[in-house]
């Protein structure tokens, strides 16, 4: 498959990573019990591996990951999947949390957290430097109005070591993101959005102004998937399903958003490639759009 299949492409601001927009997002490859998500290892490690290659072997060239899915679990199956990986494959991990023993997700972030962290996801995926380390900042779905120049500034000193290349934050609000580029240089976002969590419309269209990624998690509403009776008939309209018409309107969404829809099926993994080759008629555009409103 070519990358004009996978959405188009978009560089990283300040970089030389060119990413397709369609991408693979690893955290549901990790067990997923009923009580600790993303908790333990797969119920079918072939099968995962034999969905991150073939991820990989349609065009995928951007694996959203984070060495507290497991935790260490996603970043494991990856290297056994696809180490030494393609020269093209850019895997994007983040740091600033951890997995305590009740499956919860607090936060880790002093300089040693840091620290250990990126040699963690670096030990676990085999690399000698991360392309991408996100820092997150909230919780699951949205901001938090705490101080990071700590975490921040460990990253950086890290990148100065030549350990990362580029650093990108998550949960995070424009004001944040302002304070955090006068820190570092800042190559991508990645928060909550999707066709009808809309808070961010203006964000992200101020990021496209500056060449800075969006990348939109639980791009399909999450651990409960959209529901609503226009998108279904928009999709019934089309000879898609609901899934396929909302990551093809976040593609259409701005060019700067790149997608990491995850599915530990190869029946969703092909679904969720195939949507970025769906086209959006006009009318059927408008109706999702108003499904969301336009955020502050």
Partial sequence: MQSSNLGGTFTLSNSSLTLNRMGYGAMQLAGQDGQKRVWGPPRDVPQAIAVLRHAVSAGVNHIDTSDYYGPHVTNQLIRQALHPYPDDLVIVTKVGARRASDGSWPHARSRQDIIDAVHDNL???????????????????????????????????????GLIRHIGLSTVSAHQIALARS??????????????????????????????????YFPLGGFSPLQSSVLNEVAASLGATPMQVALAWLLRRSPNVLLIPGTSSLQHLRENLDAAALHLPVESLARLDRLGGRGA
Avoid: M
Avoid at 125 to 134: A, C, F, I, R, T
Avoid at 189 to 214: K, M
């Fill in 183 to 216: 820190l570092t240089d800042i190559v991508c976002i990645q928060n909550f959005y999707n066709l009808a969590q809309r808070a961010d419309d203006v964000f992200i269209d101020h990021l496209a102004a500056h060449g800075i990624a969006y990348v939109p």
């Fill in 123 to 161: 030990r676990n995926l085999g690399l000698d430097s991360l392309h991408v380390v996100n820092l997150r900042l909230g919780g699951f779905t949205g901001p938090e109005d705490s101080p990071f120049e700590e975490p921040l500034t460990a990253l950086a000193e890290l990148k100065q070591q």
